[in-house]
């Protein structure tokens, strides 16, 4: 819809938090000849933490800009900031298993421009995803269990670090990742669970909600960390569901609450609209 | 809005699930020249059983209907009926604590008709709601706990024992009651807890949501059971949430979300469009 | 995620409203030794029209099934009834111009199975979707305007009469349609407006809802009549919007809520789920 | 829930947008001493206004603030400001008709301190809502309309002047107001429509949305402007409904929409969270 010279430079900034931060930064924008098109900025009270994200015209002397963030930087240590210009395509990994309703969504949704990335391949421990990558044109790379669960984890850890991706979508992958992965993904690597969280950690959440008689189902997605279904809370959707719903109509209609929930995260992701206090999320929308 | 004399007669069925049963009963109704003006019915796949609920124009023939409705018993031992006539107003007592905003909601409706019930009685632990209740010319009774937890139970069960109410509402009442009076009013008490079920059982829903980092949060009207939060849920209700909302704003929000949940959950119990079939409800609605 | 064979019989009844007509189906089923599986049913009261849909096991007697309705319609004039194959699966056709995404969700949504149908064609007075067709190997009809409106519109006129569709579906074509082609196609031709209908009917709905400074946005499906986005309405969604959102993020929001009702529309449709009585429309969910 | 003397100085700010708004008026509070708890700000791109609201400590430097404010306002014309004193308890007049719904909403929410006001007056054209005014302890004025409407339109503009209101809130007031009235009251004074505008301005909402068969209902919230129905909106909601739903089904979830819909909108004009731009608001949450 827009053309891509229009699009902003974005530029995250945080920072233990104190008095003066925005007009501070707004400062230095304003050296550089920037204007400041959109401001969203949160203090963290739990934590102390000061984030903003700031989109500016594309014409901004750049170096200028960079050295007085320097300067920023020198004199308060605790600053951390990125530039993003608006040329840079993020490259993501979709990681998937037998169910491709996710998997399906995010690439038209890439296809059609809505969400602005380049997939760099999908992988996956079941074959089923295959026909689907293939009719985007998207590398597919079956890494299956067999009868070596440790083994899958390593070339699936390996898949990844030379993947040259930039964000993982855990796109309904349904096996549990060791912690080093999650560590070395952290803030990186996105998956969807199939429930509102906390209620539903782990395995068969339709299942079990359908058994506990709950009014709604929904979804998730979140940053992944080494504790299951535990991490930062990016997206949750839910929707109401009545007795005359069966276990297979919750799956049903979940499945489009899913594909929302995690589209909607990965763009936030992409647009870096997501900040990460502790354990929960900023969301600058 | 509708005066007395239109309202229908009701009558619910539940019975083992078979063949027919709709049929059967339709013409029961018919024998006794009743005119159905409303038709809920559900079968159970977990449990096995049927049950509906039938609105009937009033002047049906109630001997002919009954002594009908008494031979199909006599047919299927599983069968168990009811009748509801219109002009019976049901008893209701509210408990509370120190939190209004359920209490004086469920006043206000009943107060203006929207809710036909007559309350015969506020109890609560805690005097706070005293004047709430006296705005309204309902009774309160004061049971503070003091120094003896258990002196206070048995005299807020003999309380309800001794009430003559035909429902027990919960409206953020917020002390465990003892094993004995949730199997006293089974299906016949009503809670409203402040989270969305089963997330955050328990103490402090809010203070946990908002460490959770969860985007939405809601209420849950369920029937009391001996577990605690677990018991058959008749209304859930949730709104988005952002890291905007600090714990006071999850409170207010929420306060809304709850008085809308259990004002809800008591009108459909009160037109007895609720079935528990199991640990799941039904809404015949 | 079922198979074809475990899929039910679908029978649907529409007639004049009368006591006992869901008995005398359900007989007629009984006496053909099917088993029921599922009741849908509706007594209109503003046109005194009685609808049901029935799912039945498919092992049921279809020629004692076949002979019995056709005795019950000779006893009542006013009974239409339809017999839906688990085995058929219903053509359609997609009309788009430039935008993709519904074209794209509902392809996705059929590719992996969650719409059962065929699409026989999409056609479009724009190339724009040519591409998209062609990734899911669909013949792709191309019918411009050029300097003759008229023609345009025979030719698609007649297209869509050849096709061999049952349904044709308008995933943003944003041309409006002669009256003789919406009557052609009453009650198998769906749209989808990009507005919660009555408000905003019309061109450019977005920038109307921006004007105006609503806090909602929405998308409704409905079917098509000669009037101008004022056929029976089938599903309809919204979502909270802000002072934050500009007319492009009202746009971007608004395609998600587009797909998934057109889609979710379309299911309902092709499992006969939708009964039109006068301009409303009965969804037997 | 939190004393007042903890409440926050709020300060609005509105003027011809510009560069480092925000600085400059950062600094302005800076200079008063005083400590920013939180900041709301918008850049209107229709009108080119922006505007922000910002909650101080209350032991900020007042004289200071205000000298400086005034500074600020003689170096830019265009900037309005105001300063909110934790203290001030608003006053505000409610006016209603037969429907008790939202007057009996309002006053239990203010009685219970939900929504920091003192109603000084409950005026209404009809007799109906007297008793709920006195059960709040509320003064009830009853101007009916007799024979005359012009002198009822006059005597309740008399009373509505010498109210000492500083808002109006039309309860579900059923009678249309001159244009004068609408213009001294601008900004000043919020009704609820009974639809999600701008669909069903005017009579009967509930009974059009019925015949047009929408599969969902909603309130709007907005500010009195001469013309009917199209004032700022400020707060809307929706709720989806069925062919389920009897237009006497429709009008009772519709109050429980109306009321909440119209109880939030207060509480945002009463914490100054609202800014007209033109036909549209912005709200700071």
Chains 1, 2, 3, 4 share one sequence.
Not at 43 to 49: A, K, M
Request: hydrophobic share 40%; glycine share 8%; with cysteine.
């Amino acid at each position: 819809m827009e053309s891509k010279s229009n699009k902003p430079l974005v530029v995250t900034v945080r920072s233990k938090d104190r008095g003066g931060l925005v007009a501070d930064i707004s400062k230095v924008i304003a050296g550089a000849k920037g204007n400041i098109l959109d401001v969203g900025q949160h203090s963290d009270v739990e934590t102390g933490i000061f984030g903003c994200r700031i989109e500016v015209e594309p014409d901004i002397n750049r170096p200028k800009l960079i050295s007085k963030m320097k300067l920023m930087e020198e004199g308060d240590k605790s600053i951390q900031w990125n530039l993003y210009e608006p040329g840079e395509i993020p490259k993501i990994v979709i990681a998937c298993s037998t169910t491709q309703h996710c998997l399906i969504d995010l690439l038209s949704r890439i296809a059609i421009g809505e969400l602005e990335c380049e997939v760099v391949g999908v992988v996956s421990d079941r074959i089923d995803c295959d026909e689907t990558a293939g009719r985007f044109n998207i590398p597919f790379t079956y890494i299956p269990v067999g009868d070596n669960r440790e083994s899958q984890e390593e070339r699936f850890a390996e898949f990844l670090n030379t993947s040259n991706g930039d964000l993982v979508v855990l796109a309904r992958y349904m096996r549990i990742l060791p912690s080093t992965v999650c560590e070395d993904w952290s803030g990186k690597m996105i998956n969807i669970h199939h429930s509102f969280l906390p209620a539903f950690v782990g395995a068969n959440p339709y299942r079990r909600a359908h058994e506990r008689g709950v009014k709604l189902i929904g979804a998730t997605a979140h940053y992944v960390t080494a504790e299951l279904d535990a991490g930062p809370i990016i997206v949750q959707e839910v929707e109401g569901v009545s007795h005359r719903d069966s276990l297979d109509d919750l799956v049903r209609r979940g499945a489009d609450i899913e594909r929302r929930t995690l589209s909607e995260a990965v763009r936030l992701h992409l647009e870096h609209r997501v900040m990460v206090f502790g354990n929960r999320t900023c969301i600058f929308d």
